[in-house]
């Protein structure tokens, strides 16, 4: 006799496929860190991928694991700078089937030096007194430290630098100037991967007096400040620095919020034979961001471009072509014959300067009686026009004739003839 038939059970066989190999492994080494990245599988009984590293060859120690298919990147920090990392990958299905190991790939960690930038911003109301900052466009590992000494003297001082409040990549500290000389201040930042940046800034600063004729030269010996006697009205310290800029050299001389009741004169080299007429080159000022010209004056003789200013800050020599006169300062006195001659109703008279001086230009009749005083007062030294419209000092049009007009300087008297025709 046969029973009924039992309930019926049914099981699949065992999956014993390897999933497929992940391909296109990369290793890229950064500032103490190593990124892998590798190719999505396609595998549709997928799981994760298993992640081998060793500092040899044919990694087999596995340091992690990957959540899903797209996860396919990894980045490792904490690395030992100097030492190449191995990386292989496997993939793993859902029946926990490993493939074969993937291709190795492989990088040296090294450590990326900060990039920082110091600067010191004076006091615009007591200049003897600074302020240093210290700007990283990375985070550091610590506070970065500030040394300041003045060439010559033996004595170094240690600058206690903060974070600056609500930033962290801008540092500060305080100073004082003490004398006139060459301040030196070196800025040492470190990564957190252990890489480091010492930058050292050279200052010129230049105790200033009333009554006192006071230079103050650039640490390239190429560009110098001039404060006159009556610029100041208290002791007040000048400082220059220098920054390249590609092919240009900017001058930086403060202080630069303070505005000075005489003029001061800045001057700045240039090389002998660069440019094709040297007659256009000129100093420019940084207003804001903006760069506008000076009035300039050129020494051939002596390669320099002068300006006077009133105000300090950024400055820079520019060689303008499309300008039409010439900033070239003549070499001796001379007084040119006014054109148009004869006239009606006005002339021009030029006149050249090789020196910066108190000139009186009048103009005279036959009789030799003063008609009108032209220009009077301090004129710079270049070449320079005056016009005369042909009226007296009373504001009358003289009558029809030949008039004499008559420069005068501490060093140069010279008189010449014109005609008036109404």
Do not use: C
Not at 148 to 175: E, F, K, N, Q, R
Not at 179 to 201: C, E, K, L, M, P
């Amino acid at each position: 006799n046969l029973s009924a038939a039992s309930t019926e059970t049914s099981a699949a066989s065992p999956d014993h496929t390897q999933p497929g190999t992940p391909m296109s492994l990369t290793a890229t080494a950064g500032d103490g860190q190593v990124t892998i990245t590798w190719r999505r599988s396609t595998d549709s009984d997928f799981a994760r991928y298993r992640i081998y590293r060793s500092t040899s060859a044919n990694a087999t120690t596995q340091i992690d694991s990957s959540s899903s298919v797209s996860d396919t990147s990894r980045t490792y920090t904490g690395l030992t700078k100097g030492t190449t990392y191995f990386f292989r990958l496997a993939a793993v299905d859902n029946a926990n089937n490993q493939s074969t190991y993937s291709n190795e790939a492989s990088a040296t960690v090294f450590a990326i030096a900060p990039t920082i930038t110091t600067g010191v911003l004076q006091n615009p109301a007591l200049s003897k007194y600074f302020a240093i900052a210290v700007v990283s466009l990375s985070d550091l590992a610590s506070i970065p430290s500030v040394k300041l000494w003045i060439t010559g003297t033996p004595d170094t001082l240690t600058i206690t630098m903060s974070a600056l409040s609500g930033s962290s990549h801008v540092y500060t500290g305080a100073g004082e100037f003490s004398s006139s000389g060459t301040y030196n201040i070196r800025t040492r930042a470190a990564s957190s991967s252990g890489a480091d940046t010492v930058q050292t800034n050279t200052y010129t600063v230049a105790l200033a007096k009333p009554g006192l004729l006071t230079t103050l030269v650039a640490s390239n010996n190429n560009a110098s400040l001039q404060v006159n006697k009556r610029s100041v009205k208290e002791e007040t310290y000048f400082l220059s620095n220098l920054t390249h800029i590609g092919t240009e050299i900017i001058y930086h001389f403060g202080p630069s919020t303070t505005e000075f009741v005489e003029a001061l004169d800045i001057e700045i080299g240039f090389e002998s034979g660069v440019y094709p007429d040297e007659g256009k080159l000129f100093i420019y000022h940084k207003d804001g961001q903006e760069w506008k010209a000076l009035r300039s004056q050129v020494y051939a003789d002596r390669s320099t471009v002068k300006a006077r200013v009133t105000q300090l800050g950024e400055f820079k020599i520019v060689y303008d072509a499309t300008f039409a006169g010439t900033n070239l300062v003549p070499t001796s006195y001379a007084l040119g014959q006014n054109y148009p001659n004869p006239f009606n109703p006005s002339t021009t008279i030029r006149y050249e300067l090789p020196e910066d001086g108190f000139l009186t230009m009048r103009i005279y009749n036959l009789l030799g009686q003063e008609v009108k005083t032209l220009v009077r007062g301090v004129q710079t030294a270049g070449v320079q026009t005056v016009v005369w419209d042909g009226r007296n000092a009373n504001g009358q049009i003289v009558a029809t004739g030949i008039y004499l007009y008559r420069i005068e300087t501490k060093r140069f008297t010279q008189t010449k003839k014109m005609m008036f025709i109404k």
